[in-house]
């Protein structure tokens, strides 16, 4: 897959330059996806007004709402009662999976369970656009900070289809967020390399390369 991992969305005309790269084409002509899944396991954003803001493109964090050809709805929690026939193709016919952010652990469970975690690998020309928790769930281990909902089977392991771990929302002093102290302290307890980012910065990832894209604030917090 090709992966644009952001912190607040397709929010400059930078991370909307890399996305439109990765996709190959316009967004005018791009087919997506969105998943909301992560909302409902967050007592903040979710389920309620949020997440239809999410998938009718009003939220503040732009992803749907970027002129795409057509859009559609995975919900993860629904596909294990529905045969693999029904949603699979559509999956695979999608140019990019927009994953909106929320609870990290309960989207990980989820994309386990559903069996879309299991798909990826094959999703070779896929663009997958991370929302914060989008985002982290590729990631190794996202930290103790970021970890509310726990699975039934007690897993604190995310997907780990990157090396390096994420700390979104990086912000200053008596803004909301997570101030660089903050995230530091979080990096303290992370096993492998760690950025923290703002919500005006992205990291791509492509063939294993891996750029950070930002018009914001960003650090890397471990090498």
């Known amino acids: 897959m090709k992966l644009l991992l952001t912190s607040g969305g397709v929010t400059n005309a930078s991370i909307h330059a890399a996305l439109v790269g990765m996709l190959g084409k316009p967004i005018s002509e791009s087919d997506a996806l969105c998943i909301p899944t992560a909302m409902y396991g967050h007592p903040r954003v979710g389920p309620g007004d949020r997440a239809w803001q999410f998938i009718s493109?009003?939220?503040?964090?732009?992803?749907?709402?970027?002129?795409?050809?057509?859009?559609?709805?995975?919900?993860?929690?629904?596909?294990?009662s529905i045969d693999e026939s029904h949603w699979v193709p559509r999956v695979r016919e999608a140019d990019a999976l927009l994953v909106a952010g929320g609870d990290v652990l309960y989207?990980?469970?989820?994309?386990?369970?559903?069996?879309?975690?299991?798909?990826?690998?094959?999703?070779?020309?896929?663009?997958?656009?991370?929302?914060?928790?989008?985002?982290?769930?590729?990631?190794?281990?996202?930290?103790?900070?970021?970890?509310?909902?726990?699975?039934?089977?007690?897993?604190?392991?995310?997907?780990?289809?990157?090396?390096?771990?994420?700390?979104?929302?990086?912000?200053?002093?008596?803004?909301?967020?997570?101030?660089?102290?903050?995230?530091?302290?979080?990096?303290?307890?992370?096993?492998?390399?760690?950025?923290?980012?703002?919500?005006?910065?992205?990291?791509?990832?492509v063939d294993g390369h891996v750029e950070v894209v930002s018009e914001g604030q960003w650090t890397q917090l471990k090498g």
Do not use: K
Not at 186 to 198: N, S
């Open 107 to 205: 989207l990980c469970h989820w994309m386990r369970e559903s069996g879309l975690a299991d798909l990826l690998p094959s999703l070779t020309e896929t663009v997958w656009v991370g929302l914060s928790a989008g985002s982290m769930v590729l990631t190794p281990e996202v930290g103790d900070d970021f970890i509310q909902w726990r699975p039934p089977y007690d897993d604190d392991r995310t997907l780990g289809l990157v090396d390096f771990s994420i700390c979104p929302h990086l912000a200053p002093d008596g803004q909301p967020g997570n101030t660089l102290a903050e995230a530091e302290q979080w990096a303290a307890g992370i096993a492998g390399p760690a950025y923290a980012m703002d919500d005006q910065s992205a990291i791509a990832v």
């Open 57 to 80: 493109g009003e939220s503040e964090n732009p992803m749907v709402g970027l002129g795409w050809r057509s859009m559609g709805v995975l919900e993860l929690t629904a596909l294990p």
